[in-house]
């Protein structure tokens, strides 16, 4: 598993300004699989996103982070959540001192990645 730093975005129900989120991730080997806040998401092909949440289906954008500008799309609005433990690594990649706090919440993110749960679901699917 591969712990990244990771820019998430719900598209299922919003057009470009759901909730999102700046947080750690595990990974699969393959990173077809993404673990985040007691979500798993697998690679897909939407039509706006490129993950979907294997447990209920809804669609999200999942991507690295952006150096220079937002990392919302462009037509998008709302403040990004950025997990606490990320803002020192976050500024030091967009080489800022303080974070722009009109675009960013800062919050507590749970380690939570449900790994054994979702190895447990696909395994009844493919049964």
Not at 15 to 35: E, L, Q, R
């Amino acid at each position: 598993m591969i712990h990244n730093l990771i820019y998430i975005e719900l598209k299922t129900g919003y057009c470009d300004d759901g909730p999102a989120w700046i947080g750690y991730v595990k990974t699969s080997k393959t990173k077809n699989t993404i673990y985040f806040n007691d979500h798993a998401f697998q690679k897909s092909i939407g039509n706006y996103s490129n993950y979907v949440d294997i447990e209920n289906g809804d669609e999200y954008w999942i991507s690295g982070l952006k150096k220079k500008e937002s990392n919302r799309h462009w037509a998008g609005h709302g403040k990004i959540m950025i997990d606490q433990r990320a803002v020192k690594e976050y500024l030091t990649l967009i080489n800022e001192q303080e974070l722009p706090l009109h675009l960013f919440e800062i919050v507590k993110i749970e380690d939570t990645f449900p790994i054994e749960r979702v190895h447990k679901l696909l395994n009844e699917k493919r049964a």
